[in-house]
């Protein structure tokens, strides 16, 4: 009993000890979840950051915020320029006339239809001389040069096919009243209206010998004929010849055979009759290329 009474009780610290212990776990595990939820947030707001933006709760992306202005110029061009292909050419079911060119414009000139009556005198090639004096004029406004006619004129009469072969007549230019012959180059409505005072119907189209004035229809002097095959200058020459040949007492002529030159004296524009065509009075050999008169 004494032994038993003489022993001190050992202190209780095991259940103080094991209360603080229980404390540290709740607090350590209070932390645990504290850093869990704090790391779990961490990583959401990385996820929203990183998530593209949706614009007013539907599947449609919002429109990317405007670039920054660049301090860099940039070439402009359009916006297609790399990826489009070109565009096809547009095919159009009539393709546009050819421009005319310059052998087309000399060919076909301007011809007025119509001027004021009024003539200019030729003046080049104005010469003293025997022979039959003639006068050169060109209406104004028609677009022929008058001294440029007048050469041609002069080549005409003057060449050896022509109504001065062996002799026959000769020819010079003036510029005055003494001319007995009058050339002169007019257009259809003044040609139509010299003719026709005389009873003559050229109806735009032809020429006529009126006394001693010869008029030259303009168109005729600058187009031709379309049933001439030759050259301008050829038919020029059967204008001046065919006129000049009246003036001189020739009267009509008619094709004298298949294949053979028209007479100059023909009037080749109404048809050649088998003929062919021709400018000239007479052959390089001298021979007059005549044909059947025309009552």
């Known amino acids: 009993m004494a032994a038993e009474t003489g022993r001190h009780p ?4 095991g259940r103080g000890v094991r209360r603080r212990t229980r404390r540290e776990r709740r607090r350590r595990g209070r ?14 707001g990385i996820a929203v950051v990183a998530a593209p933006r949706w614009a007013g709760g539907d599947d ?22 790399a990826s489009a292909p070109a565009a096809e050419p547009t095919k159009s079911a009539t393709p546009p006339p050819p421009s005319p060119s310059p ?3 000399a060919r076909d000139p301007v011809v007025p239809a119509s001027g004021p009556g009024t003539f200019a005198v ?33 080549g005409i009469l003057a060449a050896p096919r022509g109504w001065a072969h062996g002799g026959a007549h000769s020819f010079h230019q003036v510029a005055d009243a003494r001319a007995g012959l009058v050339i002169r180059i007019a257009t259809a409505a003044t040609t139509d209206r010299v003719c026709g005072a005389m009873g003559l119907d050229t109806h735009g189209e032809v020429n006529c010998r009126v006394g001693e004035v010869v008029m030259v229809n303009l168109k005729r002097w600058q187009t031709g004929s379309p049933e001439f095959h030759g050259p301008l200058a050829d038919y020029r020459a059967l204008i001046v010849n065919h006129e000049v ?12 055979g298949k294949g053979r030159p028209a007479p100059a004296m023909m009037q080749q524009i ?3 009759k088998g003929c062919v065509s021709n400018a000239w ?15």
């Open 270 to 272: 109404y048809g050649l």
């Open 31 to 44: 932390i645990r979840v504290l850093a869990a939820v704090t790391v779990t947030a961490a990583l959401i």
């Open 281 to 295: 009075p007479y052959a390089a050999d001298g021979t007059y290329l005549g044909g059947p008169t025309v009552p």
């Open 60 to 81: 449609r992306p919002a429109a990317a915020a405007a670039p920054e202005p660049s301090d860099t110029p940039r070439t402009s061009r359009p916006d297609n320029a």
């Open 103 to 105: 052998t087309d414009s």
């Open 10 to 13: 050992a202190p209780r610290r």
């Open 245 to 256: 040949g009246h003036w001189l007492g020739h009267g009509h002529e008619t094709c004298p």
């Open 122 to 154: 030729a003046r080049a090639g104005v010469s003293p001389g025997g022979g039959n004096a003639y006068r050169v004029e060109v209406e104004d406004g028609s677009g022929v040069d008058p001294d440029e006619a007048a050469g041609r004129v002069a």
